[in-house]
C-alpha cells in the first residue's frame, strides 16, 4: 500500500494506538484532512483497514493517528475508520479542488503529469485502490496554486508554519512580513509546496565544512526537525559542523567527525521516524507524557483558566494557566493547605508546545541535544503542555524549585494531601529510572481520580508503573 511509508505501535491500556506514516506526496491532502468531504474520507479509510488487515492483521487497534512526517494530521478511532456514512461535502474542498473528465489514452501517469501532481495522491483523493480508471470518469484534481488562511484567535505564525509544512521564514517572506505579529481576520498566503518530509529529503552524498546547496539544506531542515535551531541556508558552515557532531555524539556507532555521510544519514532517518510517538488522546487525564510519549505539536488544552491560588508574580502569564478541572482542583487542595497554615505558592502551569520549543532549541544550540535533553523537555514531551500539571513551591525556599522543598513542612504537606485532591508527586525520589527525571517534589500533576491518585501515591509508585508502562 503505497499511501502510507510505515507505522509505529503506541501501546495503550486496553489496544494499541497505530500511528501511520502518511506519504508525503499526500501530504497537500493529508494537511486538509479537516476539510476534505466524507468520499475522500472513505477512500483514505479503506486504505488504513487495508492497511492494518495486511500488516497487523494480530493486534488490537483502537485508534489511528496519521502523520506527515513529525506532524499529526488526525486522530481517529478505528472503531468508527471505514464505517462512515456521507455526509454533506463541505464548501471548502470544493473550492479547493478542480476535476478531470477521463479520457481516451488516459492513465493515471499521464494525468497527473498534465495536473502537477501525484499518482499515489490522485488515487488516495479519489479514493481509488487501483490504477484502474474508465472513460468519461470525474476525477479530482488537487489544487496547485497558493491558498489563503484567514487568521483565527490563537493563531500563531510558529504555528501555522508547522500547520501547512512551511519553514517560518518562507511563510514570512510571502507574506512581506518582518515581526512576528498577525491579526485576527489577516489573510495570508499559504505558498503551494510540494515539500518531501525531511526524512525522504536527505541526501546520498557525502557533505562536510565548506560545501553548499539543497542536500546541505535538507540536511539543516532534518537537524531542525530534531530539536535544533539552525539558519536553513544550504551553507555547510562550523555552526552545521558542530551540529551534526553533536548529532554523531549519540550513537557509538558514528564516528564524531562532523562530516555528512551514508552512516549519519541513517542514524539521522531512524532519529527523525522514532523520535515522536505521539498521543492519541491528549486530553485524556491519564495521558502519560514523557521522553517516550509526546503531545500533538498542535495540542493545546480546552478551558484553560488562571487557578485563583496564590503566585509568586502578579502579572498575568501563560504559565498561570491550568485546564479548568484541574485547576478547580488545585484550588480545593490550596483552600486545605491554608486552613492548616500551610503556605503554598504556584509557579509554573501550562506551557504550550511554542514556549517548550522555544526553551529546548536555545538550550540545544548552548548545551547539545543530549545534555538540554536531560533538564530541559523536548518539545511535546513536557506534561506542563497538558494543563494538568502545576509545579508549586513555598516562602521558605525562596520560591525555588529545589528539592529542599521536600523536606520542608510544605512540601511534606503537599505530598501527603495531593492525592485526596486527585494530584501526585509526579517525579517521586528514587524513580529516575522510570520517569526519565530527577526528584521533583514540587511537580504536581492532576488525574482526575483521587482514588487513582491515591493507589498510585500509597504504592510509592509512578503514573507509568500505575499504566503498565514502565
Ligand atoms: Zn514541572
Known amino acids: 500500500m503505497e499511501l502510507f511509508i510505515g507505522h509505529k505501535l503506541l501501546k495503550r491500556k486496553d489496544g494499541y494506538t497505530v500511528i501511520l506514516y502518511l506519504d508525503q506526496e499526500l501530504s497537500e491532502f493529508a494537511k486538509d484532512f479537516d476539510e476534505i468531504d466524507s468520499k475522500e474520507r472513505i477512500g483514505l479509510e479503506r486504505a488504513i483497514r487495508d492497511y492494518i488487515k495486511e500488516k497487523l492483521p494480530n493486534i488490537k487497534v483502537k485508534s489511528i493517528n496519521l502523520m506527515v512526517g513529525s506532524l499529526l494530521v488526525a486522530s481517529l478511532p478505528f472503531a468508527n475508520i471505514g464505517v462512515a456514512k456521507a455526509a454533506e461535502p463541505s464548501q471548502t474542498q470544493t473550492q479547493s479542488l478542480r476535476t478531470y473528465k477521463v479520457e481516451s489514452g488516459d492513465t493515471l501517469v499521464k494525468i497527473s503529469n498534465k495536473f502537477g501532481t501525484t499518482v499515489s495522491k490522485l488515487k488516495a483523493l479519489n479514493g481509488l485502490s487501483s490504477d484502474l480508471i474508465y472513460i468519461g470518469q470525474t476525477l479530482k484534481i488537487p489544487q496547485l496554486q497558493d491558498k489563503t ?27 512581506g512580513l518582518t515581526g512576528d505579529r498577525i491579526y485576527i481576520g489577516q489573510a495570508l498566503t499559504i505558498p503551494k509546496q510540494d515539500e518531501l518530509p525531511s526524512v525522504k529529503r536527505l541526501p546520498d552524498e557525502v557533505f562536510r565544512v565548506g560545501d553548499r546547496g539543497e542536500g546541505v539544506k535538507a540536511i539543516q531542515i532534518a537537524l531542525n526537525d530534531l530539536g535544533y535551531s539552525l539558519v536553513e541556508d544550504g551553507a555547510y558552515g562550523p555552526t552545521t559542523e558542530r551540529i551534526v557532531s553533536d548529532f554523531q555524539k549519540q550513537y557509538d556507532a558514528l564516528n564524531v567527525d562532523g562530516i555528512y555521510g551514508p552512516k549519519t544519514k541513517e542514524y539521522l532517518a531512524e532519529a527523525l521516524l522514532t523520535d515522536h510517538i ?24 480546552e478551558n484553560l483558566v488562571v487557578p485563583d491560588v496564590p503566585f509568586p508574580f502578579t502579572e498575568f502569564h501563560e504559565k498561570k494557566l491550568m485546564r479548568e478541572d484541574a485547576a478547580r482542583a488545585l484550588e480545593r487542595l490550596f483552600a486545605k493547605a491554608k486552613e492548616e497554615n500551610i503556605a503554598l505558592y504556584a509557579t509554573s502551569g501550562y506551557r504550550s508546545y511554542d514556549r517548550q520549543k522555544a526553551i529546548f532549541t536555545s538550550k540545544s544550540m548552548r548545551y547539545g541535544l543530549e545534555r538540554a535533553n536531560q533538564f530541559s523537555a523536548k518539545p511535546g514531551e513536557s506534561e506542563h503542555q497538558t494543563g494538568l500539571a502545576m509545579d508549586v513551591t513555598s516562602p521558605k525556599v525562596n520560591f525555588a524549585l529545589s528539592q529542599s522543598f521536600g523536606e520542608t513542612r510544605e512540601g511534606r504537606w503537599l505530598k501527603e494531601n495531593a492525592p485526596k485532591f486527585g494530584f501526585i508527586i509526579r517525579y517521586p525520589e528514587g524513580k529516575e529510572e522510570v520517569t526519565g527525571y530527577q526528584y521533583e517534589p514540587w511537580h504536581l500533576r492532576y488525574l482526575g481520580n483521587n482514588h487513582i491518585a491515591y493507589t498510585i501515591a500509597s504504592n510509592g509508585a509512578t503514573l507509568e508503573e500505575y499504566l503498565g508502562m514502565a
Open 149 to 175: 488562511h484567514i487568521v483565527q484567535a490563537g493563531d500563531t505564525l510558529s504555528e501555522l508554519a508547522r500547520r501547512y509544512n512551511l519553514s517560518l521564514q518562507g511563510l514570512k517572506r510571502t507574506n
Open 278 to 301: 505521539v498521543l492519541a488522546e491528549p486530553s485524556d487525564t491519564l495521558a502519560l507524557v514523557n521522553k517516550n510519549n509526546s503531545l500533538p505539536s498542535n495540542y493545546i488544552p
